[in-house]
C-alpha cells in the first residue's frame, strides 16, 4: 500500500515562506504524476502542483504559479513544494498525493487530468498564513 508523509507546515506571516516535504513510499508507479493538493474549511479540495516521476513536467495552479514550486530529490522518493510570497489565502490543508494522471497540454493551469482517480493521499499538513 502506497505511504505518504508530509512534513513541514506550520504558521507564518503574510509574505513568508515555508517548504512542504513529502515522504514517498510503496508507490504502484500506475500513473506519472505526484504532488500537492490542498483544502481550505468550508472548501474543495483543489490542485495547487505536480510533477511528472521523471521530473521532466511540472504543472501548477494559476493561483501559485510563480510563487511555488515543486521538485522532487534525485531518488525521486521525496517531494518538495517551497512556498514563497504567501498569502492569507494559502491557508489549507495541504494534501500529498502520487499515482494520478497528469494533465495533458489542453488543460493549462491544471494540476492533474480532469476526472483523475486520486487514491494515494497523505494525512495533511496544515498551512496557515496570518495577514
Known amino acids: 500500500q502506497v505511504e505518504l508523509v508530509e512534513s513541514g507546515g506550520g504558521s507564518v506571516q503574510s509574505g513568508g515562506s515555508l517548504t512542504l516535504s513529502c515522504a514517498m513510499s510503496?508507490?504502484?508507479?500506475?500513473?506519472?504524476?505526484r504532488g500537492w493538493f490542498r483544502q481550505a474549511p468550508g472548501q474543495e479540495r483543489e490542485g495547487v502542483a505536480s510533477?511528472?516521476?521523471?521530473?521532466?513536467?511540472?504543472y501548477y495552479d494559476y493561483s501559485v504559479k510563480g510563487r511555488f514550486t515543486i521538485s522532487q530529490d534525485g531518488a525521486k522518493n521525496t517531494v518538495y513544494l517551497q512556498m514563497n510570497s504567501l498569502k492569507p489565502e494559502d491557508t489549507a490543508m495541504y494534501y500529498c498525493?502520487?499515482?494520478?494522471?497528469?494533465?495533458?497540454?489542453?488543460?493549462?493551469?491544471?494540476?492533474?487530468?480532469?476526472?483523475?482517480?486520486?487514491?494515494?493521499w497523505g494525512q495533511g499538513t496544515q498551512v496557515t498564513v496570518s495577514s
Open positions: 510533477i511528472t516521476s521523471d521530473g521532466s513536467s511540472t
Open positions: 498525493a502520487a499515482d494520478f494522471l497528469c494533465p495533458t497540454g489542453s488543460q493549462p493551469g491544471a494540476v492533474a487530468a480532469t476526472g483523475a482517480e486520486i487514491s494515494a
Open positions: 510503496r508507490l504502484t508507479h500506475s500513473r506519472d504524476c
